[in-house]
Protein backbone atom coordinates (compact mmCIF):
# COMPACT_ATOMS: atom_id res chain seq x y z
CA UNK A 1 0.00 0.00 0.00
CA UNK A 2 1.48 3.55 -1.19
CA UNK A 3 1.00 5.77 1.54
CA UNK A 4 2.38 9.02 -0.38
CA UNK A 5 0.94 11.46 -0.92
CA UNK A 6 0.77 13.36 -4.08
CA UNK A 7 2.17 16.76 -4.22
CA UNK A 8 1.27 18.59 -6.99
CA UNK A 9 4.72 19.86 -7.90
CA UNK A 10 2.69 22.35 -10.80
CA UNK A 11 -1.20 23.50 -10.49
CA UNK A 12 -2.70 27.01 -11.29
CA UNK A 13 -5.28 25.87 -8.70
CA UNK A 14 -4.93 29.02 -6.58
CA UNK A 15 -7.08 27.17 -3.91
CA UNK A 16 -4.91 24.34 -3.86
CA UNK A 17 -4.45 23.45 0.22
CA UNK A 18 -1.53 24.41 1.78
CA UNK A 19 1.81 21.94 1.52
CA UNK A 20 0.17 19.83 -1.53
CA UNK A 21 1.02 21.53 -4.53
CA UNK A 22 2.91 24.58 -5.61
CA UNK A 23 0.44 27.15 -6.96
CA UNK A 24 1.91 28.90 -10.36
CA UNK A 25 0.46 32.71 -9.81
CA UNK A 26 -1.62 34.02 -12.13
CA UNK A 27 -1.00 37.52 -14.20
CA UNK A 28 -3.04 39.72 -12.01
CA UNK A 29 -1.25 38.57 -8.79
CA UNK A 30 1.75 39.93 -10.52
CA UNK A 31 0.53 43.21 -11.76
CA UNK A 32 -1.71 43.30 -8.52
CA UNK A 33 0.60 42.80 -5.63
CA UNK A 34 -0.80 44.45 -2.99
CA UNK A 35 -4.32 42.12 -3.10
CA UNK A 36 -2.41 39.34 -2.77
CA UNK A 37 -1.33 37.96 0.65
CA UNK A 38 0.50 33.93 0.93
CA UNK A 39 -1.41 31.40 2.43
CA UNK A 40 0.44 29.65 6.09
CA UNK A 41 2.68 27.09 5.38
CA UNK A 42 1.57 27.44 1.24
CA UNK A 43 3.79 27.34 -1.78
CA UNK A 44 3.75 29.13 -4.95
CA UNK A 45 5.59 30.27 -8.10
CA UNK A 46 5.82 33.85 -9.45
CA UNK A 47 6.66 33.98 -13.45
CA UNK A 48 6.14 36.02 -16.77
CA UNK A 49 4.44 33.04 -19.44
CA UNK A 50 5.59 33.41 -22.83
CA UNK A 51 1.94 33.67 -23.83
CA UNK A 52 1.79 36.78 -22.04
CA UNK A 53 4.08 38.43 -23.98
CA UNK A 54 1.93 38.83 -27.40
CA UNK A 55 -0.86 40.64 -25.13
CA UNK A 56 -0.52 44.24 -26.91
CA UNK A 57 -0.44 45.98 -23.22
CA UNK A 58 2.03 43.70 -22.19
CA UNK A 59 4.69 45.70 -20.14
CA UNK A 60 7.76 44.29 -19.39
CA UNK A 61 9.13 46.47 -16.58
CA UNK A 62 5.84 46.20 -14.83
CA UNK A 63 5.83 42.46 -14.93
CA UNK A 64 9.26 42.20 -13.90
CA UNK A 65 8.94 44.37 -11.36
CA UNK A 66 5.90 42.18 -9.75
CA UNK A 67 8.01 38.77 -10.16
CA UNK A 68 11.01 40.20 -8.32
CA UNK A 69 8.48 41.55 -5.42
CA UNK A 70 6.84 38.00 -5.07
CA UNK A 71 9.99 36.07 -5.23
CA UNK A 72 10.99 38.01 -2.21
CA UNK A 73 8.26 35.91 -0.52
CA UNK A 74 9.54 33.02 1.58
CA UNK A 75 6.44 31.09 0.22
CA UNK A 76 7.29 31.90 -3.39
CA UNK A 77 9.45 28.92 -3.74
CA UNK A 78 9.88 29.14 -7.70
CA UNK A 79 9.95 31.58 -10.50
CA UNK A 80 8.01 30.11 -13.27
CA UNK A 81 6.27 28.98 -15.36
CA UNK A 82 8.41 31.09 -18.10
CA UNK A 83 9.67 29.90 -21.06
CA UNK A 84 9.01 29.30 -24.72
CA UNK A 85 6.19 28.55 -26.99
CA UNK A 86 6.11 28.68 -30.55
CA UNK A 87 2.66 28.03 -30.99
CA UNK A 88 1.89 31.29 -29.14
CA UNK A 89 3.16 34.40 -27.74
CA UNK A 90 5.69 36.96 -29.24
CA UNK A 91 8.67 36.09 -31.36
CA UNK A 92 11.29 33.86 -30.34
CA UNK A 93 13.56 36.66 -30.03
CA UNK A 94 11.19 38.48 -27.32
CA UNK A 95 10.90 35.64 -25.13
CA UNK A 96 14.21 35.35 -25.21
CA UNK A 97 14.68 38.33 -23.74
CA UNK A 98 12.24 37.76 -21.05
CA UNK A 99 13.32 33.96 -20.06
CA UNK A 100 16.90 36.08 -19.71
CA UNK A 101 15.42 38.91 -17.21
CA UNK A 102 13.66 35.95 -15.27
CA UNK A 103 17.01 34.04 -15.02
CA UNK A 104 18.88 36.36 -13.72
CA UNK A 105 16.22 37.14 -11.00
CA UNK A 106 15.98 33.06 -10.11
CA UNK A 107 19.71 33.44 -9.54
CA UNK A 108 19.69 36.09 -7.72
CA UNK A 109 16.65 35.25 -5.14
CA UNK A 110 18.27 31.68 -5.46
CA UNK A 111 14.95 29.96 -7.12
CA UNK A 112 14.61 27.05 -9.49
CA UNK A 113 12.84 27.33 -12.65
CA UNK A 114 10.01 25.77 -13.54
CA UNK A 115 9.56 25.65 -17.97
CA UNK A 116 6.94 25.81 -19.73
CA UNK A 117 8.34 25.16 -23.52
CA UNK A 118 6.18 23.96 -26.53
CA UNK A 119 8.53 23.26 -29.72
CA UNK A 120 11.13 25.12 -28.68
CA UNK A 121 13.50 22.74 -27.07
CA UNK A 122 16.02 23.96 -29.23
CA UNK A 123 16.20 27.42 -27.70
CA UNK A 124 15.74 26.18 -24.46
CA UNK A 125 19.15 23.63 -24.72
CA UNK A 126 21.16 26.75 -26.18
CA UNK A 127 19.99 28.71 -23.21
CA UNK A 128 20.83 26.78 -20.39
CA UNK A 129 24.46 26.08 -22.60
CA UNK A 130 24.65 30.11 -22.83
CA UNK A 131 23.55 31.00 -19.29
CA UNK A 132 25.18 28.08 -17.27
CA UNK A 133 22.42 28.39 -13.89
CA UNK A 134 23.44 27.57 -10.66
CA UNK A 135 19.62 27.16 -9.59
CA UNK A 136 17.30 24.13 -10.80
CA UNK A 137 15.58 24.19 -14.01
CA UNK A 138 12.98 21.47 -14.18
CA UNK A 139 10.34 21.69 -17.70
CA UNK A 140 6.62 20.94 -16.79
CA UNK A 141 4.15 19.18 -18.50
CA UNK A 142 6.32 17.18 -20.80
CA UNK A 143 5.25 14.92 -22.76
CA UNK A 144 7.96 14.05 -25.29
CA UNK A 145 9.71 11.04 -26.77
CA UNK A 146 12.60 9.22 -24.34
CA UNK A 147 15.12 10.40 -26.52
CA UNK A 148 14.27 14.13 -26.07
CA UNK A 149 14.14 13.43 -22.35
CA UNK A 150 17.32 11.70 -22.21
CA UNK A 151 18.97 14.57 -23.73
CA UNK A 152 17.47 17.16 -21.23
CA UNK A 153 18.42 14.83 -18.27
CA UNK A 154 21.98 14.70 -19.53
CA UNK A 155 21.64 18.58 -19.72
CA UNK A 156 20.86 19.34 -15.82
CA UNK A 157 16.99 19.59 -16.39
CA UNK A 158 14.36 18.02 -13.81
CA UNK A 159 11.23 16.57 -15.32
CA UNK A 160 7.29 16.92 -14.23
CA UNK A 161 4.96 15.18 -15.88
CA UNK A 162 1.14 15.39 -16.08
CA UNK A 163 -1.80 12.64 -16.75
CA UNK A 164 -0.93 13.02 -20.24
CA UNK A 165 2.68 11.58 -19.76
CA UNK A 166 4.99 9.07 -22.09
CA UNK A 167 5.84 6.38 -19.97
CA UNK A 168 9.24 5.64 -21.72
CA UNK A 169 9.73 8.98 -20.87
CA UNK A 170 8.46 8.85 -17.14
CA UNK A 171 10.74 5.49 -17.00
CA UNK A 172 14.26 6.60 -17.80
CA UNK A 173 13.41 9.73 -15.42
CA UNK A 174 15.48 8.77 -12.44
CA UNK A 175 12.53 9.43 -9.33
CA UNK A 176 14.87 12.17 -7.70
CA UNK A 177 14.52 14.53 -10.83
CA UNK A 178 10.74 13.58 -11.96
CA UNK A 179 7.72 15.00 -10.53
CA UNK A 180 4.14 15.44 -10.83
CA UNK A 181 1.56 17.43 -11.21
CA UNK A 182 -1.59 18.66 -12.36
CA UNK A 183 -1.14 21.72 -14.37
CA UNK A 184 -5.05 22.49 -12.84
CA UNK A 185 -6.69 25.39 -13.55
Same mark, same amino acid.
Given at each position: ?16 ? @?? /?????? @?? /? ?8 ? @??? *?????? =? ?7 ? %? ?10 ? %?????? @? %?????? %?? =? ?6 ? $? ?13 ? $? ?68 ? *?????? $????
Amino acid at each position: MNNCKFFDFHTHKINTP @PG /EGIVCL @PQ /EVILFLEEWK @PQA *NGFYAA =GIHPWWTAH %ENFDLALHLQGV %EHLLEF @P %EVVQLG %EC =GFDRLQGA $SIGFQTEVFERQIAL $SEKYQKPVTIHCVRAFDVLLAEKKHLQPKQQWTIHGFRGKPMLAKQLLDAGFNISFGINRNEESWNITPS *NRRHEE $SDGQ
